[in-house]
């Protein structure tokens, strides 16, 4: 089992930043991949932007330049950089973690932009 710990979440108006982490404690393996999904009221949840153990990172089209995800792996932690935030990003924010044979979630934190 995986737990994964998030914080960061809050309200901001349009144009600010916010920073997400996401820790994670039990039974990680060195090849994994971290992940931050949102999902919006009365939307699907997608993906924001992943990151692997090695360093290769994905991100959603509609966060490329503004958001930014990294990982500490001594500390089992992903981060998602938020900056030039805007009400379409007001969302849940969902930490993902997977490996060979496990898939997790966390809980979300509330992240919402005001115009």
């Known amino acids: 089992q995986v737990h994964l710990a998030e914080s960061g979440g809050g309200s901001v108006q349009a144009g600010g930043s916010l920073r997400l982490s996401c820790a994670a404690s039990?039974?990680?393996?060195?090849?994994?991949?971290m992940s931050w999904y949102r999902q919006a009221p009365g939307k699907q949840r997608e993906l924001v932007a992943d990151i692997a153990s090695g360093g290769r990172t994905n991100y959603a089209d509609s966060v490329k330049g503004r958001f930014t995800i990294s990982r500490d792996n001594a500390k089992n932690t992903v981060y998602l950089q938020m900056n030039s935030l805007k009400p379409e990003d007001t969302a849940v924010y969902y930490c993902r973690y997977r490996h060979i044979g496990y898939d997790g979630w966390g809980q979300g934190t509330q992240v919402t932009v005001s115009s």
């Open positions: 039990g039974s990680i393996f060195s090849i994994n991949v």
